[in-house]
């Protein structure tokens, strides 16, 4: 290889446990809906690092076919950041727009997941519907959060198998949210029949602005 930038299989290790161990840390898995949530954004850790720091293969299936069209798809590291070649970004690669909307996006997933995880906490204390916080905007803010990471990701370093992934992993969490709403609609009645009507499942809803507040 051109460097040492991959075969090494520790931080393959590392790097996945610990964003593993983040999540939990923000997530707090506890039912087996929870753990197959978690399993499942696991599998995308698994896939995304191996190829970042084990073994690239997508760069090696992309660079014998594209390889003299975008010089920069190389066995370096640098290579596996595969949108800077396509908008022919020349600087560093850590630094460029779509590394740089990357951190935002997983920032955000990790914070949207700790904030839904503590109005989700207290409501279950006190034996309520979870409905303030980031569940006044959307239903399922801590799968939300998730997608956002994985979206972060995926600006930072795409890869074919997590590409692949992605969509499957979305109709994996829609399905755990489906069977989650079949379970509180049971338990909270009329209670989650007026929430659901008034709240979207995944994407907010921009705010209407009211016939008083017009100029």
Same mark, same amino acid.
């Given at each position: 290889?051109?460097?040492?930038?991959? *075969? %090494?299989?520790? %931080?393959?290790?590392?790097?996945? +446990?610990?964003?593993?161990?983040?999540? &939990?840390?923000? @997530?707090?898995?506890?039912?087996?809906?929870?753990?197959?949530?978690? *399993?499942?954004?696991?599998? @995308?850790?698994?896939?995304?690092?191996?190829?970042?720091? =084990?073994?690239?293969?997508?760069?090696?299936?992309?660079?014998?076919? #594209?390889?003299?069209?975008? !010089?920069? #798809?190389?066995?370096?590291?640098? =290579?596996?950041?595969?949108?800077?070649?396509? /908008?022919?970004? $020349?600087?560093? !690669?850590? #630094?460029?727009? @779509?590394?740089?909307?990357?951190? &935002?996006?997983?920032?955000? *997933?990790?914070?949207? /997941?700790?904030? +839904?995880?503590?109005?989700?906490?207290?409501? +279950?204390?006190?034996?309520?519907?979870?409905?303030?916080?980031?569940?006044?905007?959307?239903?399922?803010? $801590?799968?939300?959060?998730?997608?956002? &990471?994985?979206?972060?990701?995926?600006?930072?370093?795409?890869?074919?198998?997590?590409?692949?992934?992605?969509?499957?992993? &979305?109709?994996?969490?829609?399905?755990?949210?489906?069977?989650?709403?079949?379970?509180? +609609?049971?338990?909270?009645?009329?209670?989650?029949?007026?929430?659901?009507?008034?709240? !979207?499942? @995944?994407? !907010?809803?921009?705010?209407?602005?009211?016939? *008083?507040?017009?100029?």
């Amino acid at each position: 290889m051109a460097d040492a930038a991959y *075969g %090494l299989w520790p %931080l393959v290790v590392l790097n996945t +446990a610990l964003f593993v161990l983040f999540a &939990v840390s923000f @997530f707090h898995p506890k039912s087996k809906r929870d753990w197959r949530a978690m *399993g499942a954004y696991s599998a @995308f850790l698994v896939a995304l690092f191996t190829e970042m720091y =084990g073994t690239p293969l997508t760069i090696y299936l992309l660079g014998s076919w #594209l390889g003299s069209r975008f !010089p920069l #798809l190389s066995d370096t590291h640098a =290579g596996g950041h595969l949108w800077n070649d396509l /908008i022919g970004w $020349q600087g560093d !690669p850590h #630094l460029s727009p @779509f590394h740089l909307a990357s951190y &935002v996006l997983i920032g955000g *997933g990790f914070w949207l /997941i700790a904030a +839904a995880w503590r109005v989700l906490h207290q409501a +279950a204390q006190d034996g309520t519907l979870a409905t303030t916080g980031p569940y006044a905007h959307i239903r399922h803010p $801590q799968y939300d959060g998730f997608l956002l &990471v994985m979206i972060g990701f995926l600006l930072q370093w795409p890869t074919i198998p997590t590409l692949i992934m992605f969509p499957i992993l &979305v109709v994996i969490y829609l399905r755990l949210a489906r069977s989650e709403e079949r379970e509180v +609609a049971q338990h909270f009645g009329t209670t989650w029949t007026t929430y659901a009507a008034t709240t !979207p499942a @995944f994407i !907010p809803r921009r705010r209407r602005q009211s016939a *008083g507040s017009r100029s």
